[in-house]
Nanobody, 123 residues
């Protein structure tokens, strides 16, 4: 089973940018689709973005389209989430996850999860 560790979270002002990273270890990374989810206090874990193992296909939640970009470097076993024009409502713990399935937006389709990284956007 692949192990995932997120990094890159922090405090940023509205309109700012952050880039999250998710490093994988323990198993071959290239065969997994990789997703990002987020969970705000008192809310459910929501889908943010997903990328296929080849990197050729991506999907985004409507609320982040045009602002967030998911990418991956299979040689470095790392997936990224570039977040631009951040808004206070983007504040949440962000999780990366790995799935054997093709591009999937449901959390139930993911096999492995990281511990999360906090993103806080101030107004």
């Amino acid at each position: 089973q692949v192990q995932l560790v997120e990094s890159g979270g922090g405090l940023v002002q509205a309109g700012g940018s952050l880039r999250l990273s998710c490093a994988a270890s323990g198993q071959s990374f290239a065969g997994y689709s990789m997703g990002w989810f987020r969970q705000a206090p008192g809310k459910e874990r929501d889908f943010v973005a997903v990328i296929s193992w080849s990197g050729k296909r991506t999907e985004y939640a409507d609320i982040v389209k045009g602002r967030f970009t998911i990418s991956r470097d299979n040689a470095k076993n790392t997936v990224y989430l570039q977040m631009n024009n951040l808004k206070p409502e983007d504040t949440a713990v962000y999780y990366c996850a790995a799935s054997f399935l093709s591009v999937v937006i449901s959390a139930s389709g993911y096999k492995s999860w990281g511990q999360g990284t906090q993103v806080t956007v101030s107004s």
